[in-house]
């Protein structure tokens, strides 16, 4: 009997360690992964204006958190693949009207700063240096009856600032408006004005 007594209380221990240990291990097993350490898609939409009208620009980025610099600001790297295409009709005196177009694609890596204001709503400024390839077009009269057209394409560097804001309507979807600056070097020499409206998925 007091052999008996005495592999109960051992075995009572036993699970008395043990069981600490087993939870711990389990509740670490079944943790959820750290809000944002999933990379997340945004698109983005609006116009882009420049010296010539007003054009549409579209835009996917890839969103992938990297570190809080401090308590209030986070940074994260983007990867941005964009389009934009500009048109523009002149009528010329005596021979008639040219078309000119450019559509650009750009590739623009980023360092984002995001400073969370509230638990739903953040503000975040980019600042990046990518590529571009443009195509462009002009097609007119050539004052003998027919039409004249030329096409190139061109490439170089662009630069993107812009700053945004962007609420969230769920845990995994926010939405939000960016305004940003597109500096463009080489054949392509101008500098333009995005606003963009913008919505960011984590799947």
Excluded: C
């Excluded at 209380?9 to 097993?29: N, W």
């Excluded at 002009?138 to 609420?167: H, Y």
């Excluded at 597109?182 to 500098?191: C, L, Q, S």
């Amino acid at each position: 009997m007091h052999v008996r007594r005495m592999l109960a209380v051992a075995a009572t221990l036993a699970f008395a360690l043990a069981a600490p240990a087993t939870a711990a291990a389990q509740a670490k097993k079944a943790a959820p992964a750290p809000a944002g350490s999933a990379i997340t898609w945004g698109f983005l939409a609006g116009i882009e204006d420049g010296d010539l009208p007003t054009g549409l620009s579209l835009r996917v980025d890839g969103i992938m958190p990297f570190r809080a610099l401090s308590p209030k600001v986070k940074l994260s790297w983007v990867g941005s693949l964009g389009f934009a295409n500009f048109s523009e009709s002149t009528s010329i005196a005596g021979l008639g009207e040219f078309d000119a177009s450019a559509n650009i694609l750009k590739l623009v890596p980023a360092a984002r700063f995001t400073f969370p204001l509230t638990p739903k709503f953040d503000l975040y400024g980019d600042a990046g240096l990518g590529l571009y390839l443009a195509f462009l077009s002009v097609s007119g009269p050539d004052g003998l009856g027919g039409t004249i057209e030329d096409s190139s394409t061109e490439f170089g560097f662009l630069m993107r600032f812009a700053v945004g804001g962007m609420f969230a309507v769920s845990p995994t979807v926010r939405i939000g408006a960016e305004l940003g600056l597109n500096p463009y070097f080489g054949d392509v020499d101008d500098t333009t004005f995005s606003a963009l409206a913008a919505a960011t998925f984590r799947f």
